[in-house]
């Protein structure tokens, strides 16, 4: 998924019900993933394989592919390594749930994040152009979230539940 020479491979978070923690990783790690407990029913998972079995599981209750934006910061969220990042997540979201092609899409930011918020506006409108589809706030097919990480800032974009 990373693009030549990026040293940060795609990520997913994995949101399960507080307690379940143990029993979801052992579930996730046996479909191949590298899993790593992050803190109260939060997993981040370095796939390995296929992701569509890990999006069939019950347990989880929502499943993020995270981009890390490394040396990104807020006021240069609109620029090339952020909108790389979204066209990649935007592209994951499509191909495992709406067949390739999106109709909608919302850019929020996550509740950590304080600062002047303009350039998630341009980036927003960017990916809207980009993908040719209408941003939205209800229902959208694709949400893109800004937050703070670990490292500096991420995006974040919900993957579709598979039956």
Request: hydrophobic share 45%.
């Amino acid at each position: 998924m990373a693009a030549t020479g990026d040293e940060t491979p795609l990520e997913l978070e994995v949101r399960v019900p507080p307690g379940q923690e143990s029993v979801a990783e052992r579930e996730i790690g046996a479909l191949g993933h590298e899993v790593e407990l992050r803190g109260r029913g939060e997993l981040r998972v370095r796939p390995a394989g296929p992701m569509r079995p890990l999006l069939q599981l019950e347990r989880p209750l929502a499943i993020y592919a995270v981009r890390q934006l490394r040396g990104v910061g807020l006021e240069d969220a609109d620029g090339p390594g952020a909108v790389t990042a979204a066209m990649e997540l935007a592209a994951v979201v499509a191909n495992l749930g709406f067949k390739g092609k999106l109709a909608s899409y919302r850019v929020t930011t996550g509740p950590g994040l304080v600062g002047d918020r303009r350039a998630i506006g341009r980036l927003a409108a960017t990916i809207g152009r980009r993908l040719g589809v209408a941003q939205t706030v209800v229902g959208p097919e694709l949400i893109l979230i800004v937050r703070q990480g670990r490292h500096g800032l991420e995006l974040a974009a919900r993957l579709p539940r598979l039956a």
